[in-house]
């Protein structure tokens, strides 16, 4: 207990000596600036404000932006419900710092943690999570609130410091329930990819009616890339085929294929590209581009980086054929495949999103499914289930046991296969609650396997997704890896291969 106290005595010295040199720096213009900023973080109102702007640029920095709502929400509970209460610790005097630079009314509360601190902290951080482009400025910017606590004399230095550290923390913590995205790992190409100036000898299919619809992205691309061959899908299109008919149009023949859309757009011109064999580049345009993510391309300016650079990886596609209605068909799949409860959600938010628009009908679709869900009896190999949702992933998603978030590999030649069992007792509120936990693959409902191909056959008539896109209703169902694909993708320049001059 004595070293304890002398520790505590320590810090206290310090402390004191921190806040005696800020008091003597001058008076200047910074000490108002300063006032007017600490006032503005008061119940995470600066970073609300910044969250919101961030939301409205869509892709990582909406991710940022959701991520970055949830640590500060965490953060204000832990330290303010908490923590507080419980470590009462009186705020520096006042008459310690000049009049012109303190906060006026002074804060009652315990004085550790410092709660502005630790918000600023755990909003910045878990922005940094997700796209630190946006981060090189909230960085800088948490780091003066946190000081001006100091500066206007409500925080003693270790309080800012305990409150960076616990904020901080906690937005990490959040990759547990929300993995962070990060480039999968793919089959580097350093030859062969056609390196095309201003996109010359690329032909791009464009889905003018995915993602933003206050954003053309043609001219966006003929921006970029203004030697490139633009061809847009019209409603009702088969993209396959539109992309197909504008490649036998085109003379010269396209060095490499373009797709700018959402992943459905996306799968049917890698459906061409594999056909061709020609490189594909992804411009990710759409609402949620979950295969672009994984690539690890960010936006259009970056893949268009790459097409003309010639840098591209391999990755696997997936053939899924199935007995449909009207007979036995084949579709490509670059993500994902499923039975069960996602493809209703499909189906419901495609019904909403014109009345709710698609944050909204997705969230509300997510929830209808689960409650709607009903269990499917299943064979798969050979071996009887009853399942809630039969997940086919093409490639290797991470977290493992648990809800696949991301991918961690795009060329591992296996298809990543996940089912929630219903043969349990509530099997429904044990899932629902293990989910909210990040345990799911603790509970014994879960179960997954890798493996190149899957048969599975179903006792009754049931709608299969794939891609984001209910593509019809299936009895039996063949999954395989069908090939490799070569996609356009940066490679940084340290990890190119020297070339002896």
């Not at 909406?62 to 970055?68: P, V």
């Not at 409603?235 to 060095?255: I, K, N, S, W």
């Not at 003309?308 to 670059?334: K, N, P, Q, W």
Request: aromatic letters at 6%.
């Amino acid at each position: 207990m004595a070293g304890l106290a002398r520790r505590f005595h320590r810090v206290g010295r310090i402390d004191r000596a921190v806040t005696a040199a800020v008091a003597r720096i001058p008076a200047s213009a910074l000490d108002s600036g300063l006032l007017r900023l600490t006032r503005g973080a008061d119940f995470g109102a600066l970073w609300l404000v910044i969250a919101l702007t961030l939301g409205t640029r869509g892709g990582e920095y909406r991710r940022a932006a959701i991520r970055g709502v949830a640590a500060l929400a965490a953060t204000e509970a832990i330290v303010n419900g908490g923590l507080k209460p419980i470590i009462t610790r009186r705020r520096p005097a006042a008459e310690l710092l000049p009049a012109s630079r303190r906060l006026d009314p002074r804060p009652v509360s315990s004085s550790f943690p410092s709660g502005h601190s630790a918000a600023a902290a755990a909003f910045a951080t878990a922005v940094a999570v997700e796209t630190p482009r946006a981060a090189a400025g909230l960085v800088p910017l948490a780091g003066l609130v946190a000081y001006s606590r100091v500066h206007t004399g409500v925080h003693w230095g270790s309080d800012v410091l305990a409150g960076a550290v616990i904020g901080s923390t906690i937005a990490l913590a959040t990759r547990h329930w929300w993995p962070a995205p990060a480039p999968a790992t793919a089959r580097e190409r350093h030859q062969g990819t056609p390196a095309l100036a201003d996109g010359n000898g690329l032909l791009v299919l464009v889905n003018p009616a995915a993602g933003d619809p206050s954003v053309d992205p043609c001219e966006v691309l003929a921006a970029l890339l203004p030697a490139a061959t633009l061809v847009r899908t019209e409603p009702g299109d088969d993209p396959a085929r539109r992309l197909e008919l504008a490649f036998r149009a085109c003379v010269p023949r396209p060095m490499a294929l373009g797709v700018a859309g959402g992943d459905g757009t996306l799968a049917a011109a890698a459906t061409v590209a594999l056909r061709r064999g020609l490189p594909l580049a992804v411009f990710p345009t759409g609402t949620r581009n979950h295969f672009a993510r994984d690539l690890g391309v960010r936006d259009t300016a970056e893949a268009a980086a790459a097409v003309e650079s010639g840098d591209a990886v391999e990755v696997d596609i997936a053939r899924v054929r199935f007995d449909d209605e009207d007979g036995e068909r084949t579709r490509h799949v670059l993500n994902v495949a499923s039975v069960g409860a996602y493809p209703d959600m499909v189906r419901l938010r495609r019904r909403w999103r014109s009345r709710w628009g698609r944050r909204l009908a997705f969230a509300a679709a997510s929830v209808a499914a689960v409650g709607r869900a009903r269990p499917l009896t299943v064979e798969v190999d050979g071996e009887r289930r009853r399942v809630w949702v039969l997940f086919f992933g093409n490639g290797s998603y991470h977290p493992r046991r648990s809800t696949p978030a991301v991918r961690d590999h795009l060329a591992a030649g296996l298809l990543d296969i996940r089912w929630l069992r219903a043969d349990g007792p509530w099997s429904r509120p044990r899932i629902i609650l293990a989910a909210g936990l990040a345990a799911l693959g603790r509970t014994r409902l879960y179960g997954e396997c890798r493996r190149p191909e899957l048969t599975v056959r179903l006792t009754t008539r049931e709608p299969l997704a794939a891609d984001g896109e209910v593509i019809g209703t299936a009895t039996r169902i063949h999954m395989t890896v069908a090939g490799r694909l070569t996609v356009y993708r940066l490679i940084p320049a340290p990890r190119r291969p020297s070339v002896a001059g």
